[in-house]
């Protein structure tokens, strides 16, 4: 199998273009202004750019709705300007991944236009119609982004089906004509110079063709209708078509977004001799802090629940298969506040999280902003936000009786819009982002976080990132090593070895503002530890107590 395959040793930056970084002062980011932004990626070290979406689209999910597959929407630049940033990142090293999103288009997609416009148009199959069941949809199932999953249309009288929001409708891909399309979108892209794609929740592209009601009442929520409208019978046949037709042959990196995937689901589709994808995402640790009432109602993270998770995954594809490793993304509430501490300990404790997942096996994603130690927007008022997902929940939530003060403070831990403020270049206004005024607020911390004050600091996370990902590329144990978790039931102590041939790569991190003491014989850490990562005072002493949010790297060989 592809044991040597290039993803293996390679790290992931992932560019939310619209908050990277602004070339024309329009207060939105563009795709110059990553151009003048490829020397902080080289100097990072990270191999290759997960692009979130760039191309035309009406802008209702921040570009996930998509209404032209083959050109840049005009708020980022030109196909030229993309050309331009390709070769930059060639020119350096580093390789380009797009994200393709193709379970569901924009409403305003030529496909979706002729589609709903009547009920013999060509195009009528390339979505999900139904007749209303007594004046109410087809079926319970309920969007990820708040109530019903299914629309009725006014022209034909019948519904149609979005798992997102209703300017998302879903694509068909019973329809071979669909896939044929999608291949040849996906083709058009590797011929331009791609190195693969990010590809959006792609395990929701095959659903269970009844459309069964879900067990339960549901109205919205995508773990609420998970048993029929994902994860469907035919996924696998139609990943590896997708492969076959292009990207077989072709030195691509794929990852595949799958919320609600499982480990033993992920093997399949990450084994090699199937065929399918290189990686996926799984939501299983990002879904742990989730509460009774979903994402906006978070409860307090056990560590030991989020170790046994990771563990779990880095166990189960340690034989067949390949796991991605992330803590944050565009979606995701940032790690430093979500799961470290965004005051006292904020740069230990973002340097800790780094160490803990940058040492596992996979690959890992950095998200922009991350490698500073960006920290939530904690944004109070509801007219700060963005996201769609965000102002569908607050809506949604007052109209149900939901205490405000609570609401905010659910939404303030874990919107999106944590991810999407302006990436921090400098302590100058909107923090050299935007000479213009930025789509959503700067966070004020820029000030003390930003790339200028990393750069200049060598105890910043940024130089911390730096070395955690030159050590991946010096250490094959790091790349190929086994995963053994120590202290599985320590309450704030994260710790695990890898080995590979005599090597042993012993790490141990303190996930708290307390000094800990661990009973770990230092044996377990080989002969003749070297310290790789943190300092203390006798290496033969590898397990000493640790210091809050300490983390330490030893290698012995
Ligand atoms: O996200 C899939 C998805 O379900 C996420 O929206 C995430 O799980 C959810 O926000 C948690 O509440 C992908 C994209 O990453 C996301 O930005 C898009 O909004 C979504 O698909 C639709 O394209």
Request: glycine share 8%.
């Given at each position: ?13 992932q560019i939310y273009p619209s908050s990277f970084k602004d070339g024309d002062g329009d207060g939105f980011g563009d795709l110059s202004g990553i151009i ?13 750019v997960w692009l979130s979406p760039v191309y035309p689209s009406p802008w209702d999910d921040n570009g996930y709705d998509i209404s032209d597959y083959r050109d840049i929407h005009p708020r980022f630049g030109t196909l030229d300007d993309w050309d331009r940033l390709r070769e930059g990142l ?6 380009l991944i797009m994200d393709l999103v193709v379970n569901h288009t924009s409403d305003e997609h030529p496909w979706f236009v002729g589609s709903r416009s009547?009920?013999?148009s060509p195009h009528?199959?390339f979505y ?16 990820v982004f ?5 629309t009725?249309d ?6 149609f089906l979005h798992l997102f929001t209703r300017r998302q409708p879903d694509l068909n891909w019973?329809?071979?004509r669909v896939r044929r399309e999608v291949h040849d979108i996906a083709r058009w892209w590797l011929d331009r110079g791609a190195d693969g794609f990010r590809m959006d929740v792609i395990?929701f592209v ?36 997708l492969?076959?037709?292009a ?10 977004e ?71 993304n565009h979606d ?36 922009q ?17 963005r996201d769609v997902e965000?102002l ?24 999106r819009d944590?991810?999407r403020?302006p ?10 982002f935007t000479?213009g005024?930025p789509w959503i ?117």
């Open positions: 199998p592809n044991d040597d395959a290039w993803w293996k040793s390679a790290v992931v930056y003048e932004k490829l020397d902080h990626l080289h100097t990072l070290g990270v191999d290759v060639h020119a350096r090293g580093m390789r009547s009920k013999d009528r199959d999900f119609w139904r007749p209303g069941r007594d004046g109410a949809p087809p079926n319970n199932w309920g969007s708040s109530g019903p999953a299914w009725r006014e022209t034909t009288g019948e519904y019973e329809n071979p395990n095959s659903k269970t063709p009844e459309m069964p009601d879900g067990p339960s009442p549901v109205d919205g929520g995508y773990g609420l209708f998970a048993e029929y409208s994902i994860n469907g019978p035919r996924l696998h046949e139609f990943l590896r078509e492969h076959e037709a990207f077989a042959g072709r030195d691509v990196l794929t990852v595949g799958m919320p609600g995937v499982g480990v033993e689901q992920a093997r399949e589709h990450t084994d090699p001799a199937n065929g399918e994808v290189s990686m996926v995402f799984q939501f299983e640790h990002v879904d742990l802090d989730h509460g009774p009432g979903g994402k906006f109602d978070p409860v307090p993270l056990d560590l030991r629940r989020l170790k046994a998770s990771l563990d779990r995954w880095q166990l189960g594809l340690a034989e067949r298969g390949w796991n991605s490793l992330y803590w944050n995701q509430p940032r790690a430093v506040s979500r799961f470290g501490d965004d005051g006292e300990h904020r740069v230990a404790s973002a340097k800790t999280l780094a160490t803990t997942l940058h040492m596992m096996k996979g690959t890992p994603y950095v998200y902003g991350e490698e500073l130690g960006m920290a939530n927007a904690h944004f109070a008022d509801i007219s700060a936000y965000t569908n929940h607050h809506r949604e939530a007052l109209a149900a009786g939901h205490d405000e003060a609570r609401v905010m403070a659910g939404i303030a831990r874990m919107s944590n991810a403020t990436m921090q270049w400098d302590a100058s206004p909107h923090a050299g000479t005024t607020a700067v966070n004020p911390d820029h000030t003390e976080i930003n790339a200028e004050a990393a750069l200049a600091d060598p105890d910043s996370v940024f130089h911390h990132y730096r070395r955690l990902i030159a050590l991946r590329k010096e250490h094959p144990v790091i790349v190929h090593g086994t995963y053994t978790p120590l202290l599985p039931d320590h309450p704030s102590v994260y710790a695990y070895t890898r080995a590979l041939d005599g090597t042993v790569l012993t790490v141990i991190a303190n996930w708290s503002a307390d000094t800990v003491e661990v009973d770990l014989d230092p044996a377990v850490a080989g002969p003749a530890p070297e310290p790789l990562i943190g300092t203390h005072p006798d290496p033969e002493e590898p397990f000493a107590p640790l210091r809050p949010w300490e983390s330490r790297v030893h290698l012995s060989r």
